[in-house]
């Protein structure tokens, strides 16, 4: 007894943070499914840094083509410098031979920013290729972020320049890190028709209203879906044909199923074309085989 009423009372101790940073930083961690990982992709300011990188590697390069050409025109020697790595670094580490040494430094100022510019670039890459967040994840993470629960009156948690950076117009620049694998459409249905049937108990610590949407019970309604229309489609269908005698009957019903599995795929998964085509026509092979084989109760 003493142990459950320690437990008890230890459930029952709400946890506060300090409104701001650490207020923030714990909605945002508290999310088991990811969903709150918002954050700034600050395009603008990539892309200026790019065209940054981009330019100067443009003066780099002139530079270098304005070397090349130099030592073409240049001596034997100098050509052999152009082509022999030793002899050029052992020449460029003497302050002295002013020439060699500007090209050494030419050369680790490009070797360092192209370094720079491409990790850039790949980095950019890869952000370029997170989605924005859904709009119902959005609006929740703003309810939060600016407190519409509280007594006092909405107010955004963070002060300063930093009270806005999830407003409204901000939202084209905003991206989620949550790896969102491409959803069916189904389950997007389901999604955004009954979020209700999939709200986690409340286990937060706080006051906040904010419900939690549960990924799992999502999935595995949409798996029993899946089960029972498989079910359906396939043993419903030769149920259906095993009972009928008539074979212009028969006929109609193979094409009415051929139509139903092919709106199922398609409408129901992400199927392709190609794909949707190949399982139609392996479905009504199937239904064909059945009849052919005169396994029902029907006329031969």
Partial sequence: MHSDAEKESTDAIKIYYLTGYPSLAAFIASDKDKSTLIYRRFDRLSARNLLHLQSELIELQARQDAFDEEDFRGSPEDKGIASDWNLFSSKASDPKNTREWERMKLAKQIRKRLKEY??????ESTLASLKPPS?????????VFNNTDSPRGSFPTLGGRGSWIYEEKEKNDL?????STEEDRLTSFIRYSCPWLFIKPKKRKTDSSLAYFSERRLQYFVAIINIVLAFALLFGAIYHLYSVTSPRIKLGLIAFYTVSFALCVGLVTNAQRSEVFGACAAYAAVLVVFVS???????P
């Fill in 118 to 123: 491409r990790e850039a670039i790949l980095l």
């Fill in 135 to 143: 709009s119902r994840t959005l609006t929740a993470f703003r309810n």
């Fill in 175 to 179: 991206m989620s890190l949550r790896n």
């Fill in 293 to 299: 084989g005169n396994f029902g109760g029907g006329n």
